[in-house]
């Protein structure tokens, strides 16, 4: 018989680093499962990825077991470690943070594909096009 699931929790968390301080400990303790057993998992599990987020859905059963998969980074941070950038711009728009090539948006597209709500690539493409611009980083 399958577990009744209590409740679905999406995290995002430092890979390999994460921690039971606020605000990631009160949502685990409320979810009313082992929070030292998830975090020791989650940073085992994504270690080789240290300095990313990693998002993580985590399944709490009713017995206050557990299981999560993890996610890819999100667009934003793919975007930075893509072009090297640090923070995108304060002003979209207006001022650009920095400029990306189609063929990198499209790489992006391609990893983040099983991610998005995007049924091809080409519409992943421009997902990833939209959070660029919103960033103001420039796609050419």
Do not use: C, H, W
């Amino acid at each position: 018989m399958a577990k009744k699931i209590k409740t679905v929790l999406k995290l995002n968390l430092p890979a390999g680093a994460a921690t039971p301080a606020p605000p990631v400990g009160p949502i685990l303790g409320q979810a009313g499962i082992n929070m030292m057993d998830f975090l020791k998992q989650y940073n085992d599990k994504t270690a080789d990825q240290r300095g990313q987020i990693i998002p993580a859905e985590l399944t709490v059963y009713q017995d206050s077991s557990f299981d999560f998969v993890l996610k890819l980074p999100p667009v934003s941070a793919m975007i930075k470690q893509a072009i090297k950038l640090k923070v995108g711009s304060s002003k979209p728009g207006i001022e650009t943070a920095g400029t990306m090539s189609m063929a990198q948006a499209r790489e992006i597209a391609e990893k983040k594909l099983p991610d998005l709500n995007a049924e091809t690539v080409d519409a992943a493409t421009k997902t990833v096009i939209g959070t660029a611009r919103s960033m103001g980083v420039e796609v050419k």
